[in-house]
């Protein structure tokens, strides 16, 4: 059973591009978080996913982000327009039930030029 | 909202030597879990140890264990026969039980191991 797998590993951008991120959770998890990291930082919470349905997106700005979990295929986690303060990693985590301990993938990190 | 401290940025200890970090958080809530992820430079989130607040013993996993003081708030992991590999970020998490349940860390401690 693969882990969660997460690509790409890293991404460049400009500013004012958009950025797709991919997330494929791990086999039987229909739960998926989204974490931001910036340098010297703890994971921030961005948004909580069930198939097809965005439960809590509290931590996700209000403007340039989505995310989505549709029935087949990954999350995409998509930025547009980036600007500079976008650059960090962004972490994918799946469970197969609510509550239950989140398995992680490597991360994608993000650079805006 | 549940926040988690860590307080110490960064901690050393000797190979073989035993080294405790630190954690403290914040609730209104009975029922909860608290986890203790590794980060290496790999940046790969590793789960250390998870307790479960209506569990009074605390989590033991080989050499990794808590100290889980619920009323205190706090909830330590003591690394013992610290190994090389075990240099890392260290990250204290909360998990709520209810709805919407989220994972909220805490902004990290760095291990460093001596040889």
């Known amino acids: 059973n693969a882990g969660v797998m997460q690509n790409p590993r890293h991404l460049v951008r400009r500013r004012g591009q958009e950025a797709r991120l991919r997330c494929s959770p791990m086999?039987?998890?229909?739960?998926v978080y989204w974490y931001r990291q910036l340098p010297e930082e703890g994971l921030k919470f961005m948004v909580y996913l069930q198939k097809e349905n965005i439960i809590d997106e509290s931590g996700m700005p209000k403007e340039r982000f989505s995310a989505e979990f549709p029935k087949e295929g990954p999350s995409i986690l998509r930025i547009q327009q980036v600007v500079r303060g976008d650059s960090a990693a962004y972490f994918c985590?799946?469970?197969?039930?609510?509550?239950?301990?989140?398995?992680f993938g490597s991360g994608t990190q993000l650079s805006v030029l | 909202a549940q926040t988690v401290t860590q307080s110490q940025p960064e901690m050393s200890v000797q190979e073989a030597e035993t080294v405790t970090l630190s954690c403290t958080y914040d609730?209104?809530?009975?029922?909860?879990?608290l986890f203790w992820y590794k980060q290496p430079p790999s940046r790969q989130m590793i789960l250390v140890i998870r307790?479960?607040?209506?569990?009074?013993q605390n989590a033991t996993e080989n050499r990794f264990s808590v100290n889980f003081q619920k009323a205190a708030k706090s909830f330590s992991l003591k690394i013992s026969d610290s190994q090389l590999g075990d240099a890392a970020m260290y990250f204290c998490?909360?998990?709520?039980?209810?709805?919407?349940?989220?994972?909220?860390f805490g902004k990290g401690i760095t291990l460093s191991v001596r040889p």
């Open positions: 086999k039987g998890h229909s739960h």
């Open positions: 998490a909360y998990l709520n039980t209810g709805a919407n349940s989220k994972l909220t």
């Open positions: 985590a799946s469970s197969p039930f609510q509550n239950e301990k989140l398995f």
């Open positions: 307790q479960e607040a209506y569990k009074q």
């Open positions: 609730t209104s809530e009975s029922d909860y879990y």
